[in-house]
Each structure stands twice: as structure tokens, then as C-alpha cells.
């Protein structure tokens, strides 16, 4: 196991593209259209579901059916990408998104796409994305050098927040000049296309000696244990938990945001999102543009946690529209730096042996954080205002800043 000053070491090359590397050149146009897939189904489910209830509880609830695997299966999948080649688990998890949504268009066809055939497919569907997301993860440093490794993950957040704006765009507009049916047989295509290209991408094989594997819960227990013993780690975690308490959770709101705070409608409501959307993708382009150093990311993430936080506290001012939206774009575009930049942080620092199960804990908390923070803020909002709910989070990201701002890594790694 690498001491702390060894990765420290290990990360003194300056910045460098991601796409200098031909196999992330490769990865790229798969990773769109995968990505683009993913979120297509994901509107196509949630509009099934409306279409068939006209109940927000049930859009709710498939929603949280496609969310339930990712905490509870993602860490045994983290064990999984530790024993394969990441690359072929990727091959598995995008074809089985494409059959799903084929299985979903065929269904529709039929007239049998009823609640319980529309539950099962998102629960199918969160099963097979929790896999995805662990394995994910893990390939990317199969794909760069470590001086690239922040690019790469910046240019995926690019990725993941465009996606999610073009892909129910994408479903909106095939639903309005075809049908269900059509537009998951569209999604399927895309998913295949994504597979076929993932399979020009070679050479990924772990060349390394693996560690013992053992058991299922003997491996997750050793990645908990070598994640419990890391302080560098303990650092990055707390820090994601506490964006996701704040910047995420903000976002997560913003349809109560718009309508409580604002007094808004539908076009206030996309105006915040489409604000939002823009500060990731500058995040996100941010993060990609730095270099392999832990000293230079851990202050840019304590950077980003210390704006967001200081953004959250002005809630109070939040009266007009143009200044929630600039708030919004800022703490969005905070929120995907600290996110980009601790799963750097992550992947820069942990063991190869140990990469896919503390990637899938570390997924487990950036992504729990927000779903704990919603309900919690959301709350506090109902009883006692969007300013004092933002205000409590946020004071609790400033005490996290103050206490992490003198726990840096060592002056060795770089500025």
C-alpha cells in the first residue's frame, strides 16, 4: 500500500489534456451517446409514469425505483470493477441499458407498458446503472496518465451535465413528433452505438499483480478499512458530503426554489435550470484544465465549498430573477467543480487494488448526500424559509472549510 507522501510524490507532472491520449479519444464519442442515452430513458420513464397517473407521487416513485440499487448495490459492483477489465464491464452495462429500452418500446407497442411493467423496467434499469457508475469510474485512469486524470474527469462532468439538459430535450421532441415506442427505440440505438464504439477501445487490461480477492464482504470490508486508514481520503469524503448537503441540495430544489422563493412559474423554473446547467459546464471545464497535483485541487475544492457556502448565506437576497439565476449558476458551477475535483482527489489517491470498491463508496456518498440533504433542507425551507435552510447548510460547509484548510497535502505536491 502507497504511503501518503509516495502519492503525494507521484503527482508532481503539470497539467496535460485528456485527449492527448488516443484511448480516451476513442472513449469519448461513446461516452456521449452513452451518457445521452441513460438520461433519455430516465425522462422517458419519468413521462410514462405521468402519462399513466397524471400523480406526481408515481413520477416520484419511479424515480426513486431507478435511484434505490445505486445504494445498495453500487459498493458490490465497486468489487466487481477491482476484478475485471473495466472496459468489458462498460461493454455489459451499456448493451443492457440498450435491451431495456428496447424491452420498454416493445411494451409500449404492445399496450402492456402498465405500472407494475413500468416499475420493474426502472428498478431493471437503476440496478444496471448502479454497476455502471463504479465501473465507470475505474476505467478512466485506464484510459490517461495521472497529469491527465483531472481532464478527463472534467470533460466527463461536461459530458454528464450537458446530457442531462440535451437528453430530456431530446425526449421532449420525440414525443412530440412520434411516439413512446419511437422514442425508446431511439434511446436503444443510441445505447448500441455507444457499445459499438467502446469496443475500438483496447489495451486496458490490467497488467499488474491483483491482491488476494477473497470473499465478497472480505473484499468490501478491506476497502472500508483501507478507506477508514487513509487521511487524505477521510478529507475528500467529508468534503463531498458536505457539498452534497449544500451546493447539490440547492440544486436538487430548484422547481421549490422557483415557485416558494420566487413566486415563479415554468419559464422561471427553466431559466434557474438552464443557469444551472451552464455553471457545471464551466465547472466542469475548470476541473479539466488542471494538473495532477493534490495541493492545487484540494485548495480549489476548499475554494469552491467556501463560495458556494458564502452564495448560500445570500439567500435572503433572493428577489429578482436575474440574481437567483446568477446565485444559481455560481453554486452550480461550484458544486461540479468540488465534485470533479474530489473525484480526482479520489482516484489520484487510492490504490489500484482498492480503485473500484473506494470509487463506488466515494459515489455512494456524492450521490446520498444530496437525496438526505433534499429532505432535510426541503424541511427546514417549509417551516422556516429557503434563506435560514440554505443559511444552516452552508454554515456547516464553512466550519468544514475551516477545519480542512490547515490539513493540505504536503507543500511537495505543487501549487
Known sequence: MATDSTKVNQTEAGHRSAFSHPRFRLYFPSSCLSTLGSWLIRFLFGWAAWELTASAFWVGSIAGLMLVPTFLLTPVFGITADRINPRNGLLVTVTLCGLLAGLAGITATLGLLELPALAALALAFGA?????TPIRLAFLPRLVGREALPSAIGYSAIIFNTSRIIG??????????SSVPAAFATSALI????????TRVTG????????????FVAQLRAGVAYLRH?????LVFLMTLASGMLGRTVIELLPAVSGKLLFGDSSTLATLTAAAGMGSVLGGLLVSRQSGRLRRLYHLVLLGLSVSAMTALSAGLWRELWITAIAIGLIAGCT???????????????DENYRGRVMSLWAVVAMGAPAVGAVLVGSVADAAGFPVAFAGTALFALLVVLNLRSRAPDQSAGT
Open 230 to 234: 487513509d487521511a487524505m481520503l477521510r
Open 204 to 215: 486496458t487490461e490490467r497488467k499488474e499483480a491483483r491482491e488476494d480477492r477473497g470473499s
Open 168 to 177: 430530456p430535450a431530446l425526449g421532449a421532441w420525440l414525443l412530440m413528433v
Open 191 to 198: 445505447c448500441v452505438g455507444a457499445a459499438l464504439l467502446l
Open 128 to 132: 444496471v446503472t448502479s454497476a455502471h
Open 336 to 350: 461540479t467543480t468540488i465534485g470533479t475535483g474530489c473525484q480526482a482527489l479520489t482516484q489520484l489517491t487510492v
